[in-house]
């Protein structure tokens, strides 16, 4: 019966999140345009390099640079709403446990954000990959990376950016905490993508070797934001 | 009263036994040298750098530990406590920073490389450093006592990814303690790190407890003033 009533509310905060983004479109509408922004950018990082110069190197760097960042904004936006508009105050009124708060967000941002790592990373392809050299390995192995590392961002990011709303500088602390907190999960994300990018012998050991790292960073990291957000949120 | 007491003769001590390991780094621990024989003068830095390394480490144990006690117990002085931990870790991670880029630049001819122990390290002063940030930018007392407390949490994780990783993966760091079954070290430069060892965790206990001090007597005053004021 109350596991039950906790699914209904899990899925309640979640539906009340896809509701909001399906009208306003905002928060993938940003993100995505952020990640183009930045293609513009890397555009520019790579004006010299010339045409013999191999994208695929350097790749997997240039896509979780992205990603980090605009799951930043994605982040921030998620709970700026939630504050603004008093939905945090109302949600923390509510006989709701506080751990299904944590996941009904998490899932709500990990949603958000694979959707967007999905739609720019063809563009990335259409962008700096085309007439070169392809993917190395089966596709299907980049959406194991995706998936594993948004977990992580996800989860550790929804219990800082809880924090760092109420902060002075939210979006700047933001990025404080988080970029050195998720190095490691960055780290093991980017050498899994190089592995899957790269392909040829041995890769897709290396592959499973760094996303064996990834699962690792995900069950501690997600187990101690969950720990901890019952005493960050509604202080 | 004995709390205090026992700060100062730590102080004293500490001093005495890491000024003491100092001139026996140099005039009485014999010098290593590099496999073709020449003197290795660099190395004498071990006396400083792992000591200083060693202590922030141990000491950023004092931040998590503070820091789950203050959520579960909702007391300020554990906040408190946390904090001078962080800060006496600030300082000590300062140090090793400081001592092991002197000594990549004399051993590797570089004064930076991103190698495992490096890198997870620069990450640790990132977080430290982070956390006072976080502090200073939230105003209410009871949101920021939580905020650094679950922070303080988080980050202590990269601690001992830092301490093991020159032990899981390839790294150029050298690893002197637990990479095989003796320490290579000679009886002489073993008692000599000892002695140093000893002395920067008696030193790092004296400034936490004289800084916990220090703060207990601030807040005594700012009472007191309240006190007066009214």
């Not at chain 1, 390099?49 to 350097?58: E, H, I, S, Y």
């Not at chain 1, 948004?150 to 219990?159: D, E, H, K, N, P």
């Not at chain 1, 070797?209 to 949120?233: H, K, P, Q, R, T």
Request: some cysteine; aromatic content about 14%; overall charge neutral.
């Amino acid at each position: 019966m109350e596991r039950s009533n906790s699914w209904r509310q899990f899925k309640a905060i979640l539906r009340k999140d896809l509701v909001m983004e399906l009208r306003t479109k905002e928060m993938v509408t940003s993100m995505g345009l952020y990640a183009l922004l930045t293609m513009v950018v890397y555009q520019i990082a790579l004006a010299e390099a010339g045409d013999t110069f191999d994208v695929r190197l350097v790749m997997p760097g240039l896509i979780w640079v992205a990603f980090i960042f605009m799951s930043m904004l994605g982040l921030n936006r998620s709970f700026v709403h939630e504050k603004d508009q008093g939905c945090m105050d109302a949600l923390l009124l509510s006989p709701v446990d506080r751990p299904v708060i944590f996941f009904a967000k998490f899932a709500g941002n990990l949603l958000f954000l694979m959707v967007v790592e999905l739609l720019s990373l063809p563009v990335f392809s259409f962008l700096f990959l085309q007439g070169r050299a392809g993917i190395g390995n089966p596709i299907w192995l980049l959406g194991v990376v995706l998936l594993g590392a948004s977990i992580g961002i996800s989860g550790v990011g929804t219990l800082l950016a809880t924090m760092t709303v109420n902060t002075k500088g939210k979006d700047v602390m933001l990025s404080v905490l988080f970029v050195p907190l998720m190095y490691p999960l960055l780290r093991a994300a980017v050498g899994a993508t190089f592995a899957a990018v790269i392909g040829g012998p041995g890769t897709v050991q290396t592959f499973w070797l760094f996303m064996a790292w990834v699962a690792g960073f995900d069950v501690i990291m997600v187990l101690v934001a969950y720990g901890l957000y019952e005493f960050v949120v509604g202080v | 009263m004995k709390r205090n007491l026992l700060a100062e003769i730590m102080l004293g001590l500490g001093g005495l036994l890491t000024s003491a390991a100092f001139f026996m780094t140099f005039f009485w621990a014999a010098p290593s040298s590099y496999p073709d024989g020449r003197v290795d003068f660099a190395q004498k830095i071990f006396y400083f750098h792992v000591p200083v390394a060693e202590a922030s480490f141990l000491v950023f144990i004092f931040t998590a530990f503070y820091g789950i006690k203050f959520l579960t117990t909702r007391e300020r002085i554990y906040d408190t406590k946390a904090r001078i931990a962080t800060e006496v870790t600030l300082f000590f991670v300062l140090l090793t920073m400081a001592t092991g880029i002197l000594w990549t630049k004399v051993e590797w001819g570089v004064w930076w490389q991103w190698e495992p122990r490096l890198t997870t390290y620069f990450i640790l002063t990132l977080l430290v450093i982070a956390y006072f940030v976080l502090r200073n930018s939230v105003e209410d007392e009871e949101k920021r006592a939580v905020y650094a407390s679950a922070f303080g949490i988080l980050a202590f994780i990269d601690a001992p990814i830092s301490f093991f990783i020159t032990r899981w993966l390839n790294s150029i760091h050298p690893v002197v303690f637990g990479a095989g079954n003796s320490s290579g070290l000679e009886p002489p430069m073993l008692i000599t790190f000892i002695i140093a060892q000893v002395g920067m965790l008696m030193l790092g206990y004296a400034f936490y407890q004289l800084r916990l001090r220090e703060e207990e007597l601030k807040e005594r005053l700012e009472a007191l003033k309240i006190e007066i004021g009214d």
